[in-house]
């Protein structure tokens, strides 16, 4: 979560996490910029993985050891804060469903966690900014974190062509 030290949180939404992952290991567990920069992944992720054998046939490399441990940096909050990310979901949920939009569960945690935290979410997803602009989350596409990735020395011209191939 961001810090007195004025550290910006990225939260990753499943796609942009594993478009990026293989590139820029480590991912999750690299702080970069000034002010410092945290990229994190909600821990349902790791739930969703396990659980859907489409994820987890196309994206087999991210159940490989380095992956795994580099995803452990997800966010640890507080039981208060999770509390309010629990309301925040139901609302989310309901809004999600309201304008009849698909949302994974990872999709909606990200975005509760994000309204808790202040945080920026990393999605380029339709649905999930249409929710997002609903409740006034910040949201930044994969192309622009990867600007602020070479902005900020975190990547190189190369990595990011590979990415975007």
């Known amino acids: 979560m961001p810090s007195a030290r004025g550290e910006r949180l990225f939260l990753l939404d499943t796609n942009s996490y594993f478009r990026l992952a293989d590139s820029f290991h480590p991912l999750i567990a690299t702080l970069f910029g000034d002010p410092p920069c945290r990229l994190r992944v909600v821990p349902d992720l790791d739930r969703e993985l396990r659980k859907n054998p489409r994820l987890s046939g196309k994206f087999h490399w991210a159940s490989s050891p380095r992956y795994v441990e580099d995803r452990r940096?997800?966010?640890?909050?507080?039981?208060?804060?999770?509390?309010?990310?629990e309301t925040n979901l139901d609302y989310i949920?309901?809004?999600?469903?309201?304008?009849?939009l698909g949302l994974s569960n990872v999709d909606l945690f990200c975005l509760a966690y994000a309204l808790a935290l202040g945080a920026v979410v990393v999605t380029d997803d339709g649905?999930?900014?249409?929710?997002?602009?609903e409740y006034e989350i910040p949201l930044l596409g994969t192309?622009?974190?990867?600007?602020?990735l070479y902005d900020e020395g975190r990547s190189t011209r190369q990595e990011i062509e590979d990415v975007i191939g």
């Open 73 to 85: 940096h997800y966010l640890r909050v507080s039981a208060g804060k999770r509390e309010e990310i």
């Open 143 to 148: 192309i622009d974190l990867l600007k602020l």
């Open 127 to 133: 649905p999930m900014r249409l929710v997002a602009a």
């Open 93 to 100: 949920r309901e809004t999600a469903r309201d304008l009849e």
